[in-house]
């Protein structure tokens, strides 16, 4: 598996393991999709609290188009914190925070039961902004894709409004965080920046 996946840092294999694990649980039928997804009157009147995280690791039954999206997912989510993140655990642990804290708001609206496309795709989209002149080969195939067009290229194997509001959202950040703040007129202000509980757990992660 070393061999195959390489160094896992720690959110990257937070994020990656626990939708393996609830896959193959799927798969073994020890657990089953309507226990798993996100319903805020289960939250509150059954105090079934773990739809809050379970909504989010949700990928589906084995299968090739799950073993080609929890590949993807890990490519991609290991690249934007190692290398975009790259001594930033808080920056990069607020981004998830943030992205699944405004996916649980927007999911009652649209009728979102599962949010783990909407989040795979912040996450896509967001390398695709901040490492435009990279490459991606789709796992160890020959097809090259730029990094720019990848979000648009998993869009068309399967469109969903989750996966445009996690593109929507993905947008938002990169403004905020990437453009606003050098704009002249924003002297600088950050909007999304890690707040002490965030850095506080980013230390014991590193730790």
């Given at each position: 598996m070393d061999e195959l996946l390489g160094y896992a840092p720690p959110v990257t294999k937070v994020l990656v393991g626990s939708a393996l694990i609830t896959s193959t649980l799927c798969s073994l039928n020890f657990l089953e999709a309507h226990d798993l997804f996100f319903?805020?009157?289960?939250i509150i009147e059954k105090y079934e609290f773990w739809r809050l995280f379970t909504t989010f690791t949700y990928f589906g039954n084995f299968g090739i188009g799950t073993f080609i999206s929890l590949f993807t997912y890990f490519q991609n989510c290991k690249m934007l914190e190692?290398?975009?993140?790259?001594?930033?655990?808080?920056?990069?642990?607020?981004?998830?925070?943030v992205s699944c804290s405004l996916l649980l708001i927007l999911a009652p609206m649209f009728n979102l039961f599962f949010l783990s496309d909407a989040l795979f795709m912040c996450i896509m989209y967001l390398l695709s902004k901040r490492n435009r002149q990279g490459r991606f080969?789709?796992?160890?195939?020959?097809?090259?894709?730029?990094?720019?067009?990848l979000p648009y290229v998993f869009l068309m194997f399967g469109f969903s409004k989750s996966k445009i509001i996690g593109m929507i959202l993905g947008h938002l950040y990169y403004y905020f965080e990437d453009v606003l703040?050098?704009?002249?007129?924003s002297?600088?202000?950050?909007?999304?920046?890690?707040?002490?509980?965030v850095r506080y757990f980013a230390k014991l992660i590193e730790n």
């Open positions: 319903d805020m009157n289960l190692v290398m975009m993140f790259q001594g930033q655990l808080a920056e990069f642990l607020n981004f998830i925070l080969m789709l796992i160890g195939l020959p097809i090259d894709i730029p990094s720019t067009f703040p050098v704009l002249p007129t002297q600088g202000v950050r909007l999304l920046k890690p707040n002490f509980i």
